[in-house]
């Protein structure tokens, strides 16, 4: 199973906190037992918060992938964005059910089905409040999916951010020439070998893997502005390029709207207290009676918000201030 999970590793576009990837390859090589890692990886199960009056509560805990995936099956642990995007659906459908919260805390993960989940998420807080919870971290592409929600809160402890996308390349060669293997490839197609562990990195390999990065982390930044309806160029610059940030830090650049725990915020939900946050107040109120845009780029926007800048302030100041 561990070849399979090193190569699963290596093969995948990854919306992860790198220390992550690290700890996963690191226990890989190690002698431990596959019992011993799943033990190590996976803590006792996270209490479910319970559904109140009107409130479902959906959680995203431990690694983000499709479906379930070997890794999954060798650390224990983890949340599929198909099982997220039919509990959504399902509240969403339901009409005893005013508000959603998602209960997130997880390193991010693959970025296979993030962007068609935040879609979802966009989709459903057109319909009733998705509130995205920081509880306590909300990295990559977590963040990427808590960034669609009508609002995005974090614990006072959180840690948000880690916008960015890994792929990860592990050259085997000089290790299976000191144990006396030379690997020979037979390939149809100029580049169906290329990237295979047991060959160095080709520079023609690099640029195609950059290439591919490139692209996802477009859809990410610019999935990340849409969500959180801010230029592209802000969510490069502002939003830790990489970085992970502390809840005073992610309230302070406006990668979210509050800080406050799980508690105090269903509790807010179930009151039915007005101040649902900035982009609550946002989506309820449009800047101005043009539509906003699809994918929200530098020169649109910045001809878009020109003259609704004034109110735009005014009414975030408000919101924060409820």
């Known amino acids: 199973m561990r070849a399979q999970v090193a190569e699963y590793i290596e093969e995948t576009p990854w919306a992860i906190l790198p220390s992550r990837l690290r700890q996963w390859v690191a226990a890989l ?13 996976n803590s006792a199960p996270r209490p479910a918060a319970q ?3 009107g409130v479902g509560v959906v959680q995203i805990v431990g690694p983000i992938s499709q479906r379930t995936t070997l890794l999954e099956a060798l650390f224990g642990f983890g949340t599929s964005t198909n099982s997220v ?7 969403v459908s339901d009409p005893g059910v005013k508000a959603i919260v998602l209960d997130i ?9 993030v962007q068609e989940l935040a879609q979802i998420i966009l989709d459903a807080r057109d319909v009733k409040p998705v509130i995205a919870m920081a509880n306590s971290l909300m990295a990559s592409a977590a963040y990427w999916i808590g960034s669609a929600a009508s609002e995005v809160v974090a614990s ?4 948000v951010g880690s916008v960015g996308v890994v792929v990860v390349h592990m050259d085997e060669s000089k290790m299976l020439e000191m144990i006396g293997v030379k690997p020979t490839f037979i390939t149809a197609g100029k580049y169906k070998a290329e990237g295979d562990p047991a060959q160095p990195l080709s520079d023609a390999a690099r640029e195609r893997l950059q290439a591919m990065v490139d692209q996802y982390y477009a859809a ?39 800080i406050a725990t799980l508690d105090e915020t269903l509790g807010r939900v179930l009151s039915g207290k007005r101040g649902m946050g900035a982009r609550a107040l946002e989506d309820a109120i449009p800047l101005m009676d043009a539509p906003k845009p699809t994918v929200p780029e530098e020169k649109e926007w910045h001809d878009l918000c020109a003259s609704g800048r004034d109110a735009r302030a005014r009414r975030l100041a408000l919101a924060r201030l409820r």
């Open 105 to 113: 805390d997880s390193p991010g993960g693959s970025v296979f089905g």
């Open 220 to 258: 990410f930044v610019g999935g990340v502005a849409r969500g959180r309806g801010v230029p592209v160029a802000h969510v490069r610059t502002d939003y830790g390029q990489g970085r992970l940030l502390t809840a005073k830090e992610a309230l302070s650049v406006g990668m979210v709207d509050r």
């Open 156 to 159: 006072p402890s959180a840690m």
């Open 85 to 91: 995007a039919a509990q959504v659906k399902a509240l």
């Open 51 to 53: 559904n109140g009056a």
């Open 29 to 41: 090589a190690s002698d431990e037992p596959d019992e011993q890692i799943r033990a190590r990886f």
